[in-house]
């Protein structure tokens, strides 16, 4: 079969349970595809051929003892974030070019037990900072839409590789809207989950009360699939929640869209930045969820001016200091010759991270140092509660917040936003991390350059299901989820 890599989820599933072909075929046809086309894309770091032949064996061995479930023998690609044992995990970074994890991230595990074959691992913004891919040690991932434009970030790798067919769903994770924007970007949809939802345990940490993963795929169905291996209490983690978990898939149709309550945020439609192109596709899909039977309801978010000047001083502060265990001396890059210790430190760091992680490790550590705690971190967390408290009045009055994701579409490689610009790109997605609350990102048209746009609905705390049924039901009766790049219609 030539046209493996066009199959959703269901229709893999269905097709490994009926035999139509195996496990090996199926991950030879991508790894295939990825020689051939990932050149174009830049979208792996790492390919893991012989892990992953290995791997789809052994489910095509499970299948015929009858010991299949679900997702046996379906291939996945993985953020380079995620710790795989045995697998080099740079998180982007040279400081980790030369770390290969001794144990895998619990989303990994879970991904094994479930059968997953992992073709890889994809890049990503340097420790998942920044939003467009590009501050990646191994360099810029393209955006299958169009090449010369960047994936979004920081899970652009994991964008790309679905969007261009070269992994049928991909692990992402999401601090501050790097599942939800290069979803965004590249036409897919992504669920970033409630905090405590998915195991953070075996995922390189940059702002542990805002890291939470995700699956990235090209519908909510998908979604719900991956969603439905990744999700659950972990004794790994401390921040994971006890709560038993939702079957993602079998609740795809549980919310109607008759009588839901959508709010529309005043002050998200008045930002400066909005796209015109961008408002307009939002505001079309909005019509058409209301025609499908959804209440639109006006709401205030009025703290909206706080997102990002909150998000930038409390996720540079713990960035700060999840980043200090690069040393030098523990693992990871080493400068050489050091004079001494404080060189060896100084050198490490300075070569070790880019320029953008250097900025946030200087942004977090002044706003944490004695004299400016109170003043810049302290304050930080009294607005964040503030945020919480505004989204939490407005779900008193409606069911889910509707958003656009991004203020616009994919920005052109190498644009050389001065990194204010960048940070005010992620005004919509922020707040949901400093709340703790569930969001997801659907394709709903494109701009004016073909580039494609999303819609973002935020959801109250443990609503994946909902958001996931409600985006299910838009996918139902529009096709913008099935519309493919012109790359991922190459064969290999
Ligand atoms: N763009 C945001 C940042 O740079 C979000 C990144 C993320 O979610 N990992 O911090």
Excluded at 18 to 33: I, M, N, P
Excluded at 315 to 324: D, F, G, M, V
Excluded at 408 to 423: F, H, W
Aim: net charge negative.
């Amino acid at each position: 079969m030539t046209d493996l890599h066009r199959l959703s989820i269901r229709e893999i599933s269905e097709g490994l349970a009926a035999a139509k072909f195996s496990s090996r075929e199926l991950t030879e046809h991508y790894l295939k595809r990825i020689a051939k086309i990932d050149p174009q894309v830049r979208s792996y770091v790492t390919v893991t051929n012989e892990v992953a032949l290995a791997q789809a064996d052994a489910a095509d061995a499970l299948r015929q003892a009858g010991q299949a479930t679900a997702l046996t023998g379906i291939p996945v690609a993985h953020k380079d974030i995620f710790c795989t044992q045995g697998i080099k995990t740079s998180a982007g970074s040279k400081m980790l070019d030369n770390f290969i994890s001794p144990y895998d991230a619990t989303v990994v595990a879970q991904g094994k037990t479930a059968g997953l074959v992992t073709l890889g691992k994809v890049n990503m913004d340097e420790f998942a900072m920044g939003s467009t891919s590009e501050s990646s040690f191994y360099g810029a991932t393209k955006n299958p839409w169009a090449l010369d434009h960047v994936p979004g970030g920081s899970s652009g790798g994991s964008a790309a590789v679905v969007a261009a067919d070269l992994a049928p769903f991909a692990t992402g994770t999401d601090t501050g809207g790097s599942i939800r924007q290069p979803a965004s970007f590249c036409g897919l949809t992504g669920l970033k989950p409630t905090y405590g939802r998915v195991s953070r345990y075996g995922i390189i940490a940059y702002a542990s009360s805002l890291d939470q993963a995700g699956p990235m795929a090209r519908s909510a169905e998908d979604c719900a699939y991956l969603m439905n291996v990744m999700a659950g209490h972990d004794a790994k983690d401390s921040t994971s929640m006890d709560k038993a978990v939702e079957d993602y898939v079998a609740n795809l149709n549980a919310t109607t869209l008759k009588g839901l309550r959508i709010g529309i945020p005043k002050q998200y439609f008045n930002v400066a930045g909005l796209d015109a192109a961008v408002k307009a596709r939002v505001e079309e899909s909005l019509k058409k969820l209301e025609e499908l039977g959804a209440v639109l309801v006006e709401i205030d978010l009025n703290m909206t001016e706080s997102y990002v000047p909150t998000y930038y001083l409390i996720a540079p502060a713990e960035a700060s200091s999840n980043l200090s265990r690069y040393d030098g001396v523990r693992y990871g890059y080493r400068a050489e010759n050091p004079q001494d210790i404080l060189d060896l430190y100084k050198r490490s760091r300075s070569e070790g991270f880019g320029a953008e992680v250097q900025r946030r490790i200087l942004i977090g550590t002044y706003a944490l140092s004695a004299g400016y705690y109170d003043a810049y971190y302290v304050k930080a967390q009294k607005v964040r509660r503030l945020i919480q408290q505004d989204f939490l009045k407005a779900f008193e009055q409606v069911d889910v917040i509707a958003a656009p994701t991004a203020p616009t579409t994919a920005y052109k490689i190498g644009a050389s936003l001065d990194p204010v610009e960048m940070y005010l790109g992620d005004i919509y997605t922020i707040a949901v991390n400093l709340a703790g609350l569930p969001a997801i990102s659907a394709p709903v048209g494109f701009d004016q350059d073909h580039l494609p746009v999303g819609l973002q609905l935020i959801g109250n705390y443990w609503s994946e299901s909902q958001l996931l049924s409600v985006v299910h039901q838009y996918q139902q009766a529009t096709d913008w989820h099935t519309q493919r790049a012109a790359i991922a219609e190459e064969n290999a």
